[in-house]
């Protein structure tokens, strides 16, 4: 949540800065800033609201030429989403400048220490406390780094901090624990990001930063250590994708431009996993073979859409491997005290690499000795940096709050792990696995296939626009699709939505439905779980019995659901673990359609921000 941009360099930094925050506005657009070193001073412009308003500003008033500035687009915590309370902060002589993000859990006493010390703060936020902070540590050591360390080793929670100094022309100084942070290094010019989607445009050249650290960034030097000031260790990487890879390409919104990339996500998500016989080598697995040998359970761990995937990887990995498995909402994960050993593999899914409640579930399974496997999409991030292995997903960007691509990649990259499982434990023969991948790799093209026949689905999105509730179902891996679809259509359209077991629905839910509900049905296959499929056609003859509008997904030659169908929507025959895969995109496409009818924003819904980095 909340994104961030520093900028030192010969370019303008405000027009660098202003453009780092519209890639990173769906971290939050509850308001923007920006903080630019100027004249011997320093130059500030924020407005509550969308970077548009912003925008707006600063062309009415423009600020003077720097070369050095930072900005922030917010996710409100601390304080509604004001002018007052937008960042950057600054203390009572308007010589320091911060943006944060993440909470500062004590911010309360520190902020009643600065007041009882004569300062006077303007704003709700926790963030104010540290520009005070920052001065006072400033006015004694004239040297900004120092300051951040000494503020940070006060500091309690999730914080990213970066800041300027009128007193240091051409130094932007940042520091992060438990949030976002990422050093762009260019020719004659370094950056500062929550995301390296900020900097694309001006070098793909990145550092990754470590927990407990602060950066020091000149316009030829980027400098790191700790919060004691001891040199720390740094990794470089090269980002693999391009600044055209975060733009809309000509599409209406992100979230349309990467529901049509899935189909290439999911096949660069198997690319280099497999040998020319057919085997998984998934090299990022570093988990020796012996140790996954005496796995005696898995716990999947993950938040949201991610899992959603995790409910969908139980299947495989039980089927595949006859390991038990648990799938477990991070939040609730290590509240609960949780059963544990060296002999427990826990999967932690997230696309961001930085969801708080995932990595604070990370960090307690390791605590009791388990060994942690990631699935994410962001290199660098903190969630594989403190997990024993980790399995890179190729989604590419996803910019669009609701997660589409991610989602597919997560499950391809889930369906891996179940059968790398498989292949070290023995449980599954190499013609077996050789079988499921040829079936993986396929996947792509039926992606494609589905997504060429979506028009009609645009259509019915359109005419239940004035609907106030859908209702959807599935059973087996059908049920997390169903409740997938059902989170989709809350966060775009706002609306009431559920999704059930569809076994489930004579225990209670049967009663929410009456005359021209709508209502989707995520059908299994036919062939492979014909049990399953014929007592979800009954579901769909007892609802629409009772007056439901009934909206079928089911496979091409599945001519059983037809005359209980009061709307089709075929996806191509897949193997029914794999199916979630297919069966998933039209509802993604319903829900985005059907959110553009009803007026919203898609890629930015009301109160959500794209990563969760705080609890």
């Known amino acids: ?36 070193q100027a004249d011997g001073g320093l130059a500030t412009a924020k407005r509550a609201g969308k970077l548009v308003n912003l925008e707006k500003e600063l062309s009415e008033r423009p600020l003077p030429t720097g070369t050095t500035g930072i900005g922030h687009t ?26 944060h993000n993440g ?49 940070c080793r006060r500091l309690e929670g999730a914080f990213t901090l970066v800041a300027v100094h009128a007193d240091e022309p051409d130094v932007v100084v ?13 020719q004659g010019e370094s950056f500062l990001a929550s995301d390296v989607a900020a900097f694309i445009a001006h070098t793909r050249e990145a550092i990754e930063l470590g927990q407990d650290q602060v950066v020091e960034l000149r316009r030829d030097a980027v400098t790191v250590t700790d919060f004691d000031g001891a040199p720390a260790d740094v990794r470089e990487y090269h980002v693999d994708w391009d600044a055209s890879a975060a733009e809309k390409g000509g599409y209406a919104s992100f979230m349309l431009k990467e529901i049509a990339e899935q189909p290439k996500a999911v096949a660069d998500t198997l690319l280099g996993r497999i040998d020319g016989s057919g085997s998984l080598m998934l090299d990022e697995v570093r988990i020796p073979a012996n140790v996954l040998r005496e796995v005696d359970k898995v716990v999947i761990v993950a938040c949201g859409t991610a899992f959603h995937a995790g409910l969908i990887a139980k299947y495989a990995i039980e089927h595949w491997t006859r390991v038990p498995c648990e799938v477990e909402l991070a939040s609730e994960f290590r509240y609960r005290d949780p059963i544990l050993d060296q002999q427990t593999l826990v999967v932690a899914i997230s696309q961001s690499g930085e969801t708080m409640d995932t990595l604070m579930a990370v960090r307690h399974a390791r605590e009791q000795g388990a060994k942690v496997l990631a699935i994410c999409n962001t290199n660098g991030s903190t969630i594989p940096r403190e997990s024993d292995a980790v399995l890179y997903t190729h989604a590419g960007p996803e910019v669009a709050v609701a997660s589409t ?45 589905v997504l060429e026949t979506m028009e009609p689905v645009r259509q019915l999105a359109r005419s239940l626009a004035g609907k106030d509730t859908v209702l959807f179902l599935g059973r087996h891996v059908g049920h997390p699709v169903a409740l997938e679809g059902a989170l989709k259509l809350k966060e775009l359209a706002y609306m009431h939505a559920e999704g059930f077991a569809a076994g489930e629905l004579k225990h209670g839910p049967i009663a929410l439905i009456e005359d021209d509900l709508p209502v989707v049905v995520v059908v299994p296959s036919p062939r492979g779980r014909s049990v399953l499929h014929d007592k979800i056609v009954s579901n769909i ?23 209980y169908a009061d709307h089709l929507i075929r996806v191509p025959v897949t193997p029914t673990l794999l199916q979630p895969l297919v069966a998933t995109v039209p509802l993604q496409v319903f829900a985005c359609e059907l959110a553009t009818a009803r007026g919203n924003e898609v890629d930015q819904p009301r109160n959500l921000a794209k990563s969760v980095t705080v609890e």
């Open 1 to 36: 949540m909340c994104g961030i941009v520093g900028y030192v360099g010969p370019q303008s930094a405000l027009d660098v800065v202003t453009a780092g925050l519209k890639r990173l506005e769906y971290r939050g657009y509850d308001s923007a800033g920006v903080a630019v």
């Open 74 to 99: 917010r996710w409100a915590t601390h304080g509604g989403p004001t002018d007052a309370n937008a960042h950057p902060h600054m203390d009572n002589a308007g010589r320091v400048a911060v943006v």
């Open 103 to 151: 909470i500062i859990e004590n911010f309360a006493a520190l902020r009643e220490e600065l007041t009882e010390r004569g300062h006077e703060l303007a704003s709700e936020t926790d963030t104010e406390v540290v520009a005070h902070l920052l001065a006072e540590e400033y006015s004694a050591c004239a040297d900004l780094a120092e300051a951040m360390r000494l503020v």
């Open 174 to 186: 940042g520091a992060r624990r438990n949030s976002p942070l990422v050093a762009g290094v260019g």
């Open 405 to 449: 691509k991610a989602f597919l990649t997560q499950l391809v990259a889930c369906y891996l792990v179940a059968l790398y499982l498989g292949q070290v434990r023995g449980t599954k023969y190499a013609d077996e696995i050789r079988a499921v991948v040829r079936d993986l790799a396929s996947v792509s093209g039926a992606v494609e296939r």
């Open 541 to 563: 003859q007892e609802i629409r019995a009772r007056g439901a509008r009934t909206i079928v997904v089911a496979e091409e030659g599945d001519d059983a659901v037809v005359p």
